[in-house]
């Protein structure tokens, strides 16, 4: 059980983590987004000045040293290939997906900790029932 806890606690940090990136870069394309998106201006890691709404290339002037965020901009860069289009949406999408998944692995996170009954001890600590021994099982 403890290890379950750890590696749901390992989970909370990454997705945390994750999370405060794309909120950068969901700041920097929100911008752009829309009919009533600004231009940004940007210089290229070559000291090329750029000044543009589209998102591929926006994101592809950042200057990235935060691995993760590299990461995102690299599987944005990948959707373009493929699609031709859908950068900023992307984008924001990732940053709903991983606001909620936060979220939820936050009520986890809650429920493991609270006490359980008279005893004290909380559900983390081996003392739940197998229905709450992971928040992703299912009956069939």
């Known amino acids: 059980m403890r290890d379950r806890v750890r590696l749901w606690l390992s989970v909370l940090v990454s997705v945390k983590e994750a999370l405060r990136v ?3 870069l969901e700041t920097i394309v929100s911008s752009c987004f829309g009919p ?6 940007c210089t290229k890691p070559t000291g090329e ?6 998102g591929g290339r926006v994101l592809g002037a950042l200057h990235l040293e935060h691995p993760t965020a590299r990461m995102m901009v690299s599987c944005v860069s990948s959707h373009l290939r493929r699609a031709g289009d859908g950068a900023k ?7 709903h997906l ?5 979220a939820a692995t936050d009520k986890v996170r809650t429920h493991w900790a609270r006490p359980m009954g008279n005893t004290g001890k909380s559900v983390a600590s081996g003392n739940s029932s197998p229905e709450l021994a992971s928040p992703f099982r299912h009956k069939y």
């Open 22 to 24: 794309v909120e950068v």
């Open 98 to 102: 991983l606001r909620e998944l936060h």
């Open 89 to 95: 949406t992307y984008i924001i999408y990732l940053c």
């Open 49 to 54: 000045v750029m000044l543009s709404r589209d």
């Open 36 to 41: 009533d998106g600004r231009q940004v201006l």
